[in-house]
């Protein structure tokens, strides 16, 4: 296979947002998830975030496959900001939200989440959701219809 033939081949690159304000959070994150926790979905390039006027930047200017967004942030939590970016883009990428506790999951429902995972970081969990939403995202792509 030639060089060419194999760049062809090769899954596009994907863009994953992190938002927290503790930048500990942030690395835990990528260092979980890594840059290719799945062949099938191309490597992963991280947008480092620590606010949330930050966040509805990248969100709006787009090319975001995915938005992994700190419930436990402060001054504004991952969970008001993901219902806010649910209700104001459209379409709007998948959101991953950190939850404080299990029990914090009905707040994830409200946010629109479409997925949840709590602290601490679990990286198989986290792994895990982030290849899901990842790969309905492609799969919505390769078919042709907005995710």
């Known amino acids: 296979m030639s060089d060419a033939t194999a760049r062809e081949n090769r899954p596009a690159r994907v863009r994953v947002l992190v938002y927290s304000s503790n930048a ?6 990528k260092s979980a998830v890594g840059t ?6 191309g490597e992963i390039d991280y947008v480092d975030v620590a606010t949330a006027a930050v966040v509805i930047e990248h969100m709006d200017a787009g090319g975001v496959d995915l938005a992994i967004l700190d419930g436990e942030s402060s ?5 008001g900001l993901a219902k806010q970016l649910k209700d104001e883009i459209d379409p709007c990428p998948p959101v991953l939200v950190l939850i404080g506790r299990p029990d914090d999951r009905w707040l994830a ?9 709590p602290h601490p970081v ?5 792994g895990r959701a982030v290849v899901a939403l990842l790969g309905q995202r492609s799969a919505s792509v390769a078919s042709g219809m907005q995710p």
């Open 24 to 29: 500990e959070t942030r690395a835990q994150v």
């Open 36 to 41: 290719r926790p799945n062949p099938a979905l």
């Open 75 to 79: 001054p504004v939590g991952g969970l």
């Open 109 to 117: 429902d409200w946010s629109r989440a479409e997925a949840a995972v």
């Open 122 to 126: 679990d990286p198989i969990r986290l």
